[in-house]
């Protein structure tokens, strides 16, 4: 599960070698009672509204986290720097469970540094050596450090599991809704079909025609928005295997024959019968079904076309897809943020999410192509896929 995954370890400062202060650790020790008393007071001066229960959880972990600073900084075993590493994390576990913000579990710290070095200085009557400086300042990057990086981890794994959560319920919820249409859909065809044949039905028809291209759009969207989930949450492992770019391509305009059918459009491979990469043929996929869904919605004559050129791109030969149309081209001021999700241009009374793009910009991005686009208001648009050298045959 997810929320079970474990981040990778993180570095954590270790004390240099030195000798054992004992006389720094004597100071520490003595003066436990009133470093807690005076960082109390400041940290409630710096976030008054912080509650009784948050104090008194901390009151019980922070004696025994400067008892063991005074520990490991009064003696050479490495052993008591190591328990220091073991016990600091418990206090960015308590903060993350208190729903306390990060900015404000490092400026508690900082408040405990303070102080801490105050009240030693106090204690000691005389100003603290260099070595002695350098062993105390080690042993408070340790326990904040390592607190802070608990706090991390712990907020990553839950996180992690919210995430996972969500995608779940939008799967369950997307499968039910695509169930249920699918069934409306084949009832509206059957009424379709008894209307058909009666002449003054045929305001029925045309009302029953756009209700089928509503669900299609509504069922063409669900698809679309657990695409875009699935490739937010994971950067899937891109399976390299022969793709047959021309049966690939063909494969993909196949989908988009009734559709394009409708509205006069033309579909075109101008890829070469056998041509094959080694790539990802279901991610490929993916981008060039968002790339030809956009050109059909969008044009209202010409041909959709899906070839296949090589260019000569950083000293070598690298294989690039487009998909072309001839439909109202983009605006420049668009371009720049054309792949950006739930951002649509000029949408030509066409409805949509604005997902189709950032889909396909988010699957090339897992295949380590370049995705780009050229585009002339009026004359159409020319999108490129450029797959990475390692793909070219």
């Known amino acids: 599960m997810a929320d079970q995954q474990q981040s990778p370890q ?15 650790a004597g100071a520490l020790h003595s003066r436990i009672g009133e470093i807690l008393l005076v960082w109390e007071g400041r940290v409630r001066k710096a976030f008054p509204t912080m509650t009784d229960a948050s104090f008194g959880g901390l009151a019980k972990q922070l004696p025994a986290l400067l008892d063991q600073i005074a520990a490991a900084i009064g003696s050479q075993d490495a052993a008591e ?18 729903e306390r913000p990060v900015r404000d579990v490092m400026l508690e710290d900082r408040l405990l540094r303070s102080v801490v070095i105050e009240e030693i200085a106090d204690a000691l009557g005389r100003p603290m050596t260099t070595a002695e400086q350098g062993a105390l300042h080690n042993a408070l990057d340790i326990m904040s450090q390592t607190a802070v990086v608990a706090y991390v981890e712990g907020q990553e794994r839950q996180t992690r599991a919210a995430t996972d959560l969500e995608a779940k319920y ?36 045309t009302t029953l025609d756009v209700v089928q291209r509503s669900i299609g759009e509504t069922v063409a969207g669900i698809e679309r928005l657990l695409h875009s989930e699935k490739l937010r949450r994971q950067r899937e492992q891109v399976r390299s295997e ?34 094959e990469v080694r790539s990802d043929r279901e991610i490929i996929g993916l981008v060039l079904n968002n790339l030809v869904g956009n050109a059909v919605k969008y044009s209202r004559a010409g041909v959709v076309r899906i070839g296949c050129q090589a260019r000569e791109k950083d000293g070598g030969k690298r294989w690039a897809l487009f998909v072309s149309d001839e439909g109202p081209g983009i605006a420049t001021e668009h371009l720049v943020q054309i792949f950006d999700s739930f951002r649509r241009g000029d949408s030509h009374g066409q409805p949509g999410l604005g997902l189709g793009l950032a889909i396909a910009s988010q699957a090339a991005k897992v295949l380590g192509a370049q995705l780009a686009v050229e585009s002339q208001l009026g004359k159409g648009s020319v999108f490129w896929l450029t797959l990475p050298p390692s793909e070219g045959s």
């Open 242 to 275: 022969p793709v047959d770019l021309h049966l690939l391509a063909s494969d993909v305009l196949r989908q988009y024959a009734e559709p394009a059918r409708e509205k006069g459009l033309g579909l075109a491979v101008d890829v070469t019968p056998g041509m």
């Open 81 to 98: 720097a190591r328990k220091l590493v073991e016990i600091s994390p418990a206090q960015g576990v308590l903060r993350l469970e208190q």
């Open 10 to 24: 993180q570095p954590v400062l270790e004390p240099a070698v030195h000798a054992a202060h004992l006389e720094l």
């Open 170 to 205: 939008l799967s369950y919820l997307s499968h039910d809704l695509r169930n249920h249409l699918s069934g409306v859909t084949i009832w509206l065809k059957l009424l379709r079909q008894q209307l058909h044949a009666s002449p003054a039905s045929s305001e029925a028809v």
